[in-house]
């Protein structure tokens, strides 16, 4: 199982769940999802990976245009159905609030996206006693705001068995974008790629394919010089305008790379109903190369790892380097028209904490510096701690800087007797290092009773306050998706941390 637990909008239909140590995750939901994060298994070379992390063609999720999904579900339902068995007593924010409050209350006028920044629409919204529901822009309006409030917001799928919440803790700006990972429709094409003249490929010589566009990106490793056929997704739209670029390169014995051969770059329009047809001229020619040279300082908290990735404007990316994590590098890197270089060096491994460091934008003859940063350590309740309820206060520490996101994730019931409920996700994020579950869309949302739980601390880079982090475009970094490759829209530099894992159990 991949540690990536986020909400990930991979929409398999659910045929049974397979445990890893005991803990069920997103990754152990679907069939298909992403390989291991935060790990050497991932999307390393030979295989495939994509904004879904998926191995096949699938079943789309989420709300589509205009808030409805692909079996006409409206992407929420009402709050007396979609948030069944909740625990005695809804959590609340108590002394949550952060950051200076602004001297009176107000409007608040704010937005809600997803992950790749498209906007939500039909999103239930609640800041003190008022709930609202996002318009098709994903616009929200509560006209009378305290000064320092709470934002809840939540995501039901209609094709999937799982619903999400958010809880933005503190907030005093009256113009907040609150993120969500998912609540986009997710859609499927077919790709058929072939090259031009076909390569002959001679030993440690591979082609790497990537596409990438506004609304999703995929890369393709270690594709035959016979061609292949794929299954991209995307998020938002029935047709999306991609760019591919395929590159034929070479590579030592450690699969560094030392030579790069043929690059081709073509527009491609996908849509859900026609096989785009993708034809790739990998004839050789000279490519301008250099090195990309750098130093790490590392946080000492497991298996180091060196990333260098090529960074195209189309939002596309193709992993050049996954190496075992020497503290000075330098490596061999093209520079190619419309793309960049992006470094990253990360320590860790799913289940004990994990960290990344990454900065982009960079040409060939950059030399970089990465600091690691560390993970934050949960610290209450205890791992394994029973009787849980909405007032049970949860703490953690750790010197990286914040705010922070608490994720927490239901787990099968232990009882296998017990009605079957939606798998359920909450973030909470706030700037304090302790705090009760807030009540979330006026106690309609809650703990289940009697259940396990797991949960982990996130930081997404350094910012001043919750106000800061709930800003313009969001602030979910591009490693928060899928620990082992950058997603989502291009950032030029950032960190991400996720915690070791704590258990619980919460009260009959």
Request: charged share 15%; aromatic share 10%.
């Amino acid at each position: 199982m991949g540690r990536a637990w986020r909400l990930s909008p991979v929409a398999w239909v659910v045929t049974g769940l397979v445990a890893c140590n005991g803990i069920v995750g997103i990754d152990d939901i679907y069939e298909g999802n992403r390989p291991g994060a935060g790990g050497d298994s991932g999307a390393g070379k030979g295989g495939s990976t994509s904004s879904a992390g998926k191995s096949g063609n699938s079943s789309e999720a989420g709300a589509a245009e205009g808030g409805r999904d692909a079996e006409g579900g409206t992407g929420t339902e009402p709050l007396g159905g979609a948030f069944a068995e909740p625990m005695g007593g809804a959590g609340s924010s108590g002394d949550n609030a952060g950051g200076a409050p602004s001297p009176t209350g107000g409007a608040v006028r704010g937005h809600v996206i997803d992950f790749w920044g498209h906007p939500l629409p039909n999103i239930p919204v609640q800041i003190g006693d008022t709930l609202v529901s996002t318009d098709k822009s994903g616009a929200f309006t509560v006209e009378d705001a305290p000064a320092v409030y709470d934002a809840t917001l939540a995501y039901t799928f209609t094709s999937e068995f799982q619903v999400a919440a958010w809880a933005y803790l503190g907030l005093t700006r009256r113009d907040p974008t609150l993120q969500m990972y998912v609540g986009s429709a997710r859609r499927d094409g077919e790709l058929y790629v072939t090259f031009v003249p076909k390569p002959t490929l001679a030993a440690n010589q591979r082609i790497d394919v990537a596409i990438g566009g506004p609304d999703g990106a995929e890369t393709y490793d270690a594709v035959s010089a016979s061609g292949t056929t794929e299954f991209p997704d995307w998020y938002g739209p029935a047709q999306t305008a991609e760019t591919a670029h395929g590159l034929l390169w070479q590579t030592d014995a450690q699969k560094l790379p030392v030579k790069y051969l043929a690059y081709d770059s073509k527009s491609l329009p996908l849509n859900e109903t026609t096989t785009a047809n993708l034809t790739l001229d990998l004839t050789p020619s000279t490519i301008t190369t250099g090195s990309i040279q750098g130093s790490v300082t590392p946080a000492g908290v497991g298996v180091r790892r060196n990333l260098v990735f090529l960074t195209f404007s189309s939002n596309a990316r193709l992993e050049l380097v996954r190496d075992a994590g020497a503290d000075e590098f330098s490596y061999v890197a093209p520079s190619l028209p419309g793309a960049s270089l992006t470094v990253a060096a990360s320590e860790g491994s799913s289940y004990s904490g994990f960290a990344v460091a990454y900065l982009g934008g960079l040409a060939v003859g950059a030399k970089p510096a990465l600091t690691i940063p560390t993970p934050l350590t949960p610290q209450t309740p205890a791992s394994g701690t029973k009787n849980v309820t909405a007032a049970t206060k949860f703490t953690f520490a750790g010197d990286t800087a914040g705010p922070y996101v608490a994720q927490f994730f239901s787990q099968d019931p232990d009882d296998p007797s017990a009605p079957a409920s939606r798998y359920q996700t909450i973030y909470v994020v706030t700037a304090k290092k302790q705090f009760t579950l807030p009540t979330i869309l006026g106690g309609g949302f809650a703990l289940y009773p009697n259940r396990r739980y797991v949960w982990t601390v996130a930081t997404h880079g350094p910012y001043a306050s919750v106000d800061a982090l709930a800003k313009e475009g969001g602030f979910l970094d591009s490693f928060s998706w899928d620990e082992e490759t950058p997603q989502g829209p291009l950032r030029d530099a950032g960190q991400f941390t996720d915690s070791d894992v704590l258990e619980f159990s919460t009260a009959p």
